[in-house]
Nanobody, 115 residues
Framework: QVQLVESGGGLVQPGGSLRLSCAAS????????MGWYRQTPGKKREWVGS???????TYADSVRGRFTISRDNAKDTMYLQMNNLKPEDTAVYYC?????????WGQGTQVTVSS
């Protein structure tokens, strides 16, 4: 099994920055893809971005150029650097690890962007 714990959320003003962390433990061998999702009450969960073998990253149009995904394999941790935050970025952010045939999810961390 894989256990994921997100951290780093909080309250930030528009234009500010936050870095989210996703610490993994358990059997994390052969993880195929890692990514970030977010969800706001009343809306479906939205894909934010992913990182895969070779540290190849992809991003949703809404965050491309502002958010950056990275990972530190020595620390078993994935990061989401969030810059130039906007009010519409307010959501609970979840990290996801995929290893066929299973998805593994953390419990989420709240990000609130407000003046």
């Amino acid at each position: 099994q894989v256990q994921l714990v997100e951290s780093g959320g909080g309250l930030v003003q528009p234009g500010g920055s936050l870095r989210l962390s996703c610490a993994a433990s358990g059997n994390i061998r052969s993880i195929q893809t890692m990514g970030w999702y977010r969800q706001t009450p009343g809306k479906k969960r939205e894909w934010v971005g992913s990182i895969r073998v070779g540290d190849i990253t992809t991003y949703a149009d809404s965050v491309r150029g502002r958010f950056t995904i990275s990972r530190d394999n020595a620390k078993d941790t994935m990061y989401l650097q969030m810059n130039n935050l906007k009010p519409e970025d307010t959501a609970v952010y979840y990290c996801n690890y995929y290893r066929h045939p299973n998805d593994f999810w953390g419990q989420g961390t709240q990000v609130t962007v407000s003046s």
